[in-house]
């Protein structure tokens, strides 16, 4: 058995939604609300493992609530109900821990084949949300190879390729930083190898992309 909540402040919808929903008798629909605010007080009582929640809702909407009950019951399933595909505010849900959408005039077939796709595991989405989540994980991605280059370089390592950008031979970069002629070349190889790149060009390209120096 499958025990649902639904969080939505239009009775008329609630109820069509709880009659599509009794179609099937692995669903159970433990409670409804009518906003966020009294769906976080509900939950403290009253389990479930599924809550359809409207996007647009009095006091606290869809968005905050989803984040709220993601943080504190992270295995809770959330599957967001909108009257529209609006894909921005679909996909900042989706960002806040929704697994996925229905819309308001979805099929009762529809609707149980989402909610069992989300409790099997599912996250379903449209292409264009689809699209959007891959490009922030890429963002992401790239963002923490960013820092995790900036955490490698030495204190002075980031000095030498400081200097290095600036202009200066090694000579020269060695008596600025009161080190040796060797220690300087040591720290370019190290800096090469650290940034993942063959010569001093690319090692000051990246270390200026990335925000090192």
Do not use: C, W
């Not at 984040?67 to 989706?94: C, G, M, N």
């Not at 200066?168 to 970069?173: I, T």
């Amino acid at each position: 058995m499958i025990k649902i909540a639904i969080a939505e402040d239009s009775s008329n919808l609630t109820k069509v939604l709880r009659q599509k929903l009794a179609f099937n008798d692995q669903f159970e629909v433990v409670f409804d609300v009518v906003n966020g605010m009294e769906l976080l007080d509900k939950l403290e009582e009253n389990p479930v493992d599924l809550i359809i929640m409207d996007i647009n809702m009095p006091l606290m909407d869809g968005i905050k609530a989803t984040k709220l009950v993601k943080q504190k019951y992270p295995e809770i399933k959330i599957v967001i109900l909108t009257i529209f595909d609006s894909e921005d505010k679909i996909f900042d849900a989706i960002l806040a821990g929704a697994s996925g959408y229905l819309l308001k005039d979805d099929s009762a077939e529809n609707i149980h084949n989402l909610i069992v796709d989300v409790m099997n595991g599912g996250a379903v989405m449209s292409p264009t949300i689809a699209f959007k989540a891959l490009e922030m994980f890429k963002k992401d991605q790239t963002s923490a190879t960013v820092q995790n280059d900036n955490e490698m370089l030495s204190a002075r390592e980031i000095e030498v390729l400081e200097k290095l950008s600036e202009g200066f031979p090694y000579k020269v970069v060695a008596e600025k930083l009161f080190i040796s002629h060797g220690t300087v070349r040591k720290h370019v190889e190290n800096i090469y190898k650290k940034l993942r790149v063959s010569n001093k060009i690319e090692a000051i390209q990246k270390a200026r992309k990335s925000k090192i120096i």
